[in-house]
């Protein structure tokens, strides 16, 4: 593709409104899992955590092809987002196997967001290398592009999030319909979800609602385990 051309500036164009439509979930898992972090840390935390993850997302790019022969690369990643969904809606007093707080410490937050951008970063990256049509200059532009936005919107959510703590809820909700696009994105489940009838679109939105359900509901039970564990202590 020329540099410059029209149809390199149109690829750039739909590489630009990608990363603003998908870098939306990345920027909320950054800045829940920055939550719980000292205010001296927390921007760290956004800044690393954000070229981080564009790091891994650059290696996800560059085997792009590669990861398209992987059968069942999108369940996984879906199943492996609604854990980190739960994740995030755990107390932070509550203590994981190795009993350290969970995502309170820097490096904790860290793994967090990193592990939850290779998940999510699957559409990203197959939407930013689909519209570059093959033109490296593009893909890099691409994620340089997502830079910014990420971290900008991590300090938006970061703010309101102090504010507004229902956001943490509605955060995990929306990393959770994100999975569960991914698990009904899944080709090996295509004759479950794809078929354009009322009863595969209705197993579509049964499995938005249950990912939901389900994320909302466990970190629930253990916002309430914790508090009972105050109480009796």
Same mark, same amino acid.
């Given at each position: 593709?020329?540099?410059?051309?029209?149809a390199w500036?149109?690829?750039?164009?739909?590489?630009?409104?990608?990363d603003?439509?998908?870098?939306?979930d990345?920027?909320?898992?950054?800045?829940?899992?920055?939550r719980?972090?000292?205010?001296?840390?927390r921007?760290r935390a956004i800044?690393?955590?954000?070229f981080?993850?564009?790091?891994?997302?650059?290696?996800?790019?560059?085997?792009?092809?590669?990861?398209l022969?992987?059968?069942g690369?999108m369940?996984? !990643?879906?199943?492996?987002?609604?854990?980190?969904?739960?994740?995030?809606l755990?107390?932070?007093?509550?203590?994981?196997?190795?009993?350290?707080?969970?995502?309170?410490?820097?490096?904790?937050?860290?793994?967090?967001?990193v *592990?939850?951008?290779?998940?999510?970063?699957?559409?990203?990256?197959?939407? *930013?290398?689909?519209?570059?049509? !093959?033109?490296?200059?593009?893909?890099v532009i691409?994620?340089?592009?997502?830079?910014?936005?990420?971290?900008?919107?991590?300090?938006?959510?970061?703010k309101?999030?102090?504010r507004?703590?229902?956001?943490?809820?509605?955060?995990?909700?929306?990393?959770?319909?994100?999975a569960a696009?991914?698990?009904t994105?899944?080709?090996?489940?295509?004759?479950v979800?794809?078929?354009?009838?009322? *009863?595969?679109?209705?197993?579509?939105?049964?499995?938005?609602?249950?990912?939901?359900?389900? *994320?909302?509901?466990? !970190?629930?039970?253990?916002?309430?385990?914790?508090?009972?564990e105050?109480?009796?202590?």
């Open positions: 593709m020329e540099l410059f051309s029209t500036w149109s690829a750039l164009l739909a590489i630009v409104l990608i603003l439509v998908l870098a939306g990345n920027a909320i898992v950054i800045a829940l899992a920055a719980n972090l000292p205010a001296g840390l921007r800044l690393w955590g954000t981080g993850a564009i790091a891994v997302r650059s290696l996800m790019t560059i085997g792009v092809v590669w990861l022969k992987i059968p690369l369940l996984a !990643g879906g199943i492996g987002l609604l854990w980190i969904a739960y994740k995030l755990v107390p932070a007093s509550e203590e994981d196997e190795h009993g350290a707080p969970v995502a309170s410490t820097f490096w904790g937050a860290m793994k967090t967001i *592990v939850a951008d290779a998940l999510m970063g699957v559409d990203n990256v197959l939407g *930013v290398a689909g519209a570059a049509h !093959g033109a490296i200059d593009l893909v691409g994620l340089l592009v997502s830079v910014p936005i990420v971290v900008f919107g991590s300090s938006i959510v970061l309101l999030v102090d507004f703590p229902i956001i943490i809820q509605l955060g995990a909700a929306v990393l959770a319909f994100t696009k991914m698990i994105g899944e080709p090996l489940l295509d004759p979800f794809d078929p354009d009838t009322w *009863v595969h679109t209705a197993a579509r939105y049964a499995t938005y609602a249950l990912a939901i359900a389900g *994320v909302l509901g466990a !970190g629930w039970l253990a916002a309430r385990r914790v508090q009972r105050r109480a009796s202590s």
